[in-house]
């Protein structure tokens, strides 16, 4: 399989994915005072916010620029380069939005413009009754109602399509896969995951999220 192959397999895979998920799994949003609490939280530090309900991505102008200048700066991070494959709505105001549309909120997430100020703002999150709060890179705080994460979501799928849990298979690289990763039967982490994360792997890969590492699981298991 060639490299052009390897990331068409890998997208046709992960639009697969993301149709199953949203047929199969329930819609668990936020309490709607509690996805305003956060909100108002988020609102309080600079940097780039993104809303999701509904499988979609909410965003507004100033945060997608704000989005523009981290992807051009970004250095060391785990995180897959993510192109604007049409899940991105923007919006003219988020907190107008919010207004409207807080009991559908199912998550939000912030990165922030200045990395010093997640240690606090991570405490004060982790405060909140009623969240889950996890990173996906030490620049960002990604919140959803308590219970809700990935571990629980492909345990919920594999049961609704009844594959055993043993012959699940979770692909990750940040805290944010961390429950996905120990619930899965195998757990494949990418080369250039967090180092207390590729402890929980079964499987490391060589490549990493922007060099087919995902391609290269399927072929190492044979799938």
Known sequence: MNKKQKKTLERILIAVALVIV??????????????????????????????????????????????????????????????????????????????????????????????DQVPQALARFRAMPGVEVVQGSPENIEVTASGVDKGEALLTLADRLGIPRAQTLAVGDSENDRAMLEKAGVAAVMANGMPQIKALADLVTTADCDHDGVAEVFETLGL
């Open 22 to 115: 949203l047929k199969l799994l329930p819609a668990l949003p936020m309490p709607v005072e509690l996805a305003r609490e956060a909100f108002a939280l988020y609102m309080e530090y600079p940097g780039a916010l993104s809303v999701f309900c509904d499988g979609r991505t909410y965003r507004d102008r100033v945060g997608m620029a704000r989005f523009g200048v981290r992807y051009a700066r970004r250095t060391g991070s785990t995180e897959a380069r993510q192109p604007n494959d049409g899940r991105f709505t923007v919006v003219n105001d988020l907190s107008e939005w919010m207004s409207r549309h807080a009991h559908e909120v199912e998550k939000q997430c912030l990165f922030f413009a200045e990395q």
